[in-house]
């Protein structure tokens, strides 16, 4: 992989990942990231790779370094909202997706996921 193109990092660790290889991908996005640490595709992927491992708050750190760098960065909002729900952490997941929609209000995803928080939490008059 060329180290300075983060294309064969995301590519190789994607092909890992659908594969299962979760722990593989995962040591390719961190290498990924020595050489381009603020790629937020790299991060993101690193955020998903621990999120399949089961590392959810590890997870959720990297998808806030996404969001940190790019505040419109759609699919960051959406791992990171899931990724909560599965920890049972649905008041913070509906804060995710309420601050996702201040940045990106014409997305239906994020109001669906934002609905399916509020449907788990019980909170309908939203």
């Given at each position: 992989v060329d180290r300075n193109f983060a294309d064969g990092y995301l590519n190789k660790s994607y092909l890992l990942q659908i594969s299962g290889k979760f722990e593989e991908a995962l040591s390719i996005y961190e290498e990924g990231l020595t050489h381009n640490p603020y790629d937020v595709t790299l991060l993101h992927g690193k955020g998903a790779?621990?999120?399949?491992?089961?590392?959810?708050?590890?997870?959720?750190?990297?998808?806030?370094k996404v969001l940190e760098i790019d505040p419109r960065h759609l699919s960051s909002y959406l791992y990171k909202g899931r990724s909560l729900m599965e920890f049972n952490k649905i008041p913070e997941a509906i804060?995710?997706?309420?601050?996702a929609i201040e940045f990106i209000p014409e997305n239906d995803e994020l109001y669906h996921s934002k609905g399916q928080a509020l449907l788990v939490s019980q909170q309908f008059k939203e």
């Open positions: 790779a621990l999120s399949n491992l089961g590392r959810i708050e590890e997870a959720v750190s990297y998808y806030d804060a995710c997706y309420d601050r």
